[in-house]
């Protein structure tokens, strides 16, 4: 295929989630090769980008440091331990502002994340720029809601767990 033809994409991972996520599912991790492999090959990656919360050790920096080899830009935020015992590090509103920059410069847009807050954020995106959102979770885990919104959802399992 030309590259002209080439299908343009903008990916956003929500580290957090899809670590969590898959912890929780199935024991594994997210096999972060085997989804760039299958997201990414014979496309024009316009955006590729993976947030997570830095907590500054260095096993840490390592697996930075494997995406952006991979092909992501990593965004960090720093992790925000509060008096009362919470903790804050969520990139939402970050990825929903990439997300719509992005999404009239594509063809598709692929999210990985389950989480319900970005259904609104999906709708929209296809609606205003007809773009195709693929949404890639632990089905379980994933809310109802972005399901049905996105106009494909891939179930994390299986070639995506290490």
């Known amino acids: 295929m030309s590259e002209a033809a080439r ?27 085997a989804f760039w492999a299958r997201f990414a090959a014979g496309r024009e990656v316009v ?3 993976a947030y997570a919360v830095d907590r500054g050790d260095a096993r840490q ?18 992790f925000i331990q509060r008096r009362d015992g919470s903790a804050k590090g969520d990139w939402d509103v970050g990825i929903a502002l990439d997300a719509m920059e992005a999404a009239p410069l594509v ?4 999210l990985v994340s389950g989480d319900g807050d970005f259904d609104l954020l999906v709708e ?18 994933s809310a109802d809601s972005l399901i049905r919104a996105a106009s494909h959802f891939v179930p994390i399992e299986g070639e995506l767990l290490l």
């Open 61 to 78: 920096r390592q697996f930075q440091a494997i995406l952006r080899g991979i092909g992501f830009t990593v965004k960090l935020k720093p």
């Open 124 to 141: 929209r995106m296809r609606e205003r720029h007809g773009v195709v959102v693929e949404v890639v979770g632990v089905e379980r885990l």
């Open 7 to 33: 299908e343009r994409v903008a990916i956003f991972v929500d580290v957090q989630n899809v670590y969590y996520t898959t912890r929780e599912a199935f024991g594994r991790h997210f096999d972060y090769n």
């Open 47 to 49: 955006v590729a980008n």
């Open 107 to 110: 063809d598709r847009v692929v």
